[in-house]
């Protein structure tokens, strides 16, 4: 099992930014792959950035330029750093991590609006 604990959503303006933060448990499984998705109510959950053992990353196009995906492995938390952010970006943020054991992990959510 492992437990996963968002933090830093909130309220900024167009244009502003914001650093989410995910913070997992101790497992003794390694996490493959960590990642960040978000869910807009009546849209389909969509995968915005992750970053596998070797640091590469891969980001929605929506996204790419503006958001930076990056970990700390000795803390076991990985961050998402959002610059230039628009009202499109308004959604419900997720960590997710995918294990060894090819079993996906999900945080409770953290809401992240943006709005004048």
């Known amino acids: 099992q492992v437990q996963l604990v968002e933090s830093g959503g909130g309220l900024v303006q167009p244009g502003g930014s914001l650093r989410l933060s995910c913070a997992a448990s101790?497992?003794?499984?390694?996490?493959?792959?960590k990642r960040w998705y978000r869910r807009v109510p009546g849209k389909q959950r969509e995968m915005v950035a992750s970053i596998s053992t070797t640091g590469t990353t891969t980001y929605a196009d929506s996204v790419k330029g503006r958001f930076t995906i990056s970990r700390n492995n000795t803390e076991n938390m990985w961050y998402l750093q959002m610059n230039s952010l628009k009202p499109d970006d308004t959604a419900v943020y997720y960590c997710n991590a995918l294990t060894t054991q090819l079993e996906s992990y999900w945080g409770q959510g953290t809401q992240v609006t943006v709005s004048p």
């Open positions: 101790r497992s003794e499984f390694t996490i493959l792959n």
